[in-house]
């Protein structure tokens, strides 16, 4: 199993909106690496559901990768603010994941707090000047962000 920090705007989709719908697509992805890291993700893998652009920003909980290499429905929508003229459907260029529902932390780990805990060779989100929305996080890492969260073990995967 591996670990993912995934950020989302909380105006635009939160934690709440996934625990009311239980899974759905990560969708709107726009950036090469971090669709790269959405690649790499299995079934099983958890993700740290972090709330990004709000103060104050940090992880509020975590999700499940349920279904890996889901091609991204956005970019054919001419509608959406993901659509991508240059993608085809017999070529995508955007792929993503389902995730499910996990938990929401009893305790925010702000940014402020990921900072004071983990240096930026542990804790990818703490770098400076790193703004990608997905990230891989390890498991030392991982199994520290839990606790600060108030979580005594990981959550074993469904």
Do not use: C
């Not at 090469?32 to 104050?56: C, I, K, V, W």
């Amino acid at each position: 199993m591996a670990y993912w920090l995934m950020k989302s705007e909380p105006n635009t989709y939160s934690i709440h909106d996934l625990e009311r719908e239980g899974e759905t697509v990560w969708d709107g992805v726009r950036n090469y690496q971090a669709r790269n890291f959405l690649r790499l993700m299995q079934p099983g893998d958890l993700a740290f559901f972090y709330h990004s652009n709000t103060e104050p920003p940090g992880i509020v909980g975590w999700m499940e990768v349920r279904e890996g290499d889901v091609v991204d429905p956005s970019q054919f929508l001419p509608a959406s603010p993901y659509y991508d003229p240059q993608s085809k459907p017999q070529a995508p260029r955007w792929q993503t994941v389902r995730v499910g529902f996990g938990g929401i932390f009893a305790n925010l780990v702000s940014l402020a707090a990921l900072r004071q805990h983990f240096k930026p060779e542990e804790l990818l989100v703490v770098r400076p000047g790193n703004r990608l929305s997905v990230l891989p996080v390890g498991a030392a890492a991982a199994e520290r962000i839990f606790s600060l969260g108030g979580v005594q073990s990981p959550p074993a995967a469904n």
